[in-house]
Nanobody, 127 residues
Framework: VQLVESGGGLAQLGRSVTLSCTAQ????????MGWLRQPPGKAMEWVSD????????DYETFAKGRFTISRDNVKNTLYLQMNFLKPEDTAVYYC??????????????????????WGQGTQVTVS
């Protein structure tokens, strides 16, 4: 499994950034995907999840109305569009996959969303 995030960097307060994640090594089109993030000095937190088909998506409270998750099952790519960025959005953002190759390695609070793999992350800094 290989997940490679891109699109991070320095972003201005209130502006937008779109993150991308290219996936290899598993059947992307049948795999639920998500985005996680780790703010500086804090634990990993769940951001968003999207079904394998892309028909359904869910967001953490802080992301609702500002972030949009999407996927292209032909290009094997996951996206996260982030609008109206705030300083508290500063974090390393990780693309995550819920494959069937092993038990979940990380789950959101309450265990609703679990993932088996994630990438190296891309830093987003809002100032």
């Amino acid at each position: 499994v290989q997940l490679v995030e891109s699109g991070g960097g320095l972003a201005q307060l209130g502006r937008s950034v779109t993150l991308s994640c290219t996936a290899q090594g598993f059947t992307f089109r049948t795999t639920p995907m998500g985005w996680l993030r780790q703010p500086p000095g804090k634990a990993m937190e769940w951001v968003s999840d999207i079904s394998a088909s892309g028909a359904t998506a869910d967001y953490e409270t802080f992301a609702k109305g500002r972030f949009t998750i999407s996927r292209d099952n032909v290009k094997n790519t996951l996206y996260l569009q982030m609008n109206f960025l705030k300083p508290e959005d500063t974090a390393v953002y990780y693309c995550a996959a819920k494959t069937t190759r092993r038990p979940p390695q990380w789950c959101s609070r309450g265990g609703l969303y679990c993932y088996t793999d994630w990438g190296q992350g891309t830093q987003v800094t809002v100032s």
